[in-house]
């Protein structure tokens, strides 16, 4: 029997959409399952900040499950089902289509001067930044020591995480099919004395980006996706291309380069040829 773990945010149009679907499935060869229970599919209700919370909460389940989003507002760019849909998405379900697609995720690897060691996922992007404002940190591409940053952060994002932060900063979009991260400086300080490449880095999937913070830089925030930490004596910070990936059910999955044009343009060319006929 198909398995489902159902994932949805406190709001009331989603909880009252998570009961919806679990009175539709009561006939159905769907077993819904706890959190601590292996599924088939992850199904999020709410908003693409509802799907990176249950990445975050489930990165062990990533090998076997299958993500599917559902927005209880507008279309978002991880969410390929709106809250109408729920019959078609349970009629997919059972049809026993398992085709996904798969996107790049980041290796985060913090240490710290006391010898802890942390490592996390991300999605979306790495951000490091400081409580004292100004950022001071050499930035080594593998071994080599490319640049001292000094500014208000650095952006390390995925190819679906290019569309967020990293765009806002002025750094390209890529496609996911391309297993590379984007490196992108927020308001780097370039003058006389202190330089930056001031450009957009884009590092393939067998290359690394560590980050060494001066430790007077203070108190350092980390922002994974949605997720912050609050750390200081940061000894290095070591970010590359994961060897796991998140899925997501094809089953009416938004073709990338969709998700981009409604996202940040509106309408197709194509609708504006139709409409000058």
């Known amino acids: 029997m198909l398995t489902v773990l159902l994932y949805a945010n406190d709001k009331q149009l989603s909880q009252a ?19 601590k229970e292996q599924a088939d599919y992850i199904i999020t ?18 090998e076997y499950s299958q993500f599917i989003g559902i927005h209880t507002g507008h279309l978002g760019f991880y969410a ?5 849909g729920i019959d078609q998405l349970i009629r997919g379900l059972v049809s ?26 991300a999605l979306n992007e790495f951000v490091l930044r400081s409580t004292a404002g100004t950022v001071v940190c050499d930035v080594y591409l593998d071994d080599f020591c490319f640049e001292t ?23 390209a979009v890529i496609h ?29 999937q067998e290359e690394s980006i560590t980050l060494k913070p001066d430790s007077q830089s203070g108190n350092f925030i980390l922002s994974l996706d949605n997720q912050s930490l609050s750390l200081e004596n940061i000894e290095s ?3 590359q291309i994961a060897p796991q990936r ?3 059910a094809s089953l009416k999955h938004t073709h990338f380069w969709d998700r981009v044009a409604s996202s940040f343009i509106g309408n197709h060319p194509s609708d504006s040829r139709e409409l000058n006929r």
Request: charged share 25%; with cysteine.
């Open 17 to 35: 959409l998570k009961k919806e679907f679990i009175q539709k499935i009561k006939d159905q060869p769907i077993r819904l399952v706890e959190e």
């Open 45 to 62: 209700i709410g908003g693409d900040g509802t799907l990176l919370s249950a990445f975050h909460r489930f990165p062990q389940y990533l």
């Open 80 to 84: 390929d089902w709106l809250a109408n």
């Open 96 to 121: 026993g289509n398992r085709e996904s697609v798969s996107y790049p995720l980041l290796t985060v690897d913090i240490k710290t001067t006391d010898k802890r060691s942390i490592r996390r996922l």
């Open 149 to 171: 940053f000094r500014g208000d952060g650095i952006c390390i994002s995925t190819p679906t995480g290019s569309t967020g932060l990293n765009k806002s900063l002025g750094g």
């Open 176 to 204: 996911p099919k391309l297993d590379a991260m984007q490196m992108t400086e927020i308001a780097s300080i370039n003058n006389l004395i202190y330089r930056t490449l001031s450009s957009p880095v884009i590092v393939p």
């Open 237 to 239: 910070i070591r970010t």
């Open 246 to 248: 998140i899925r997501f």
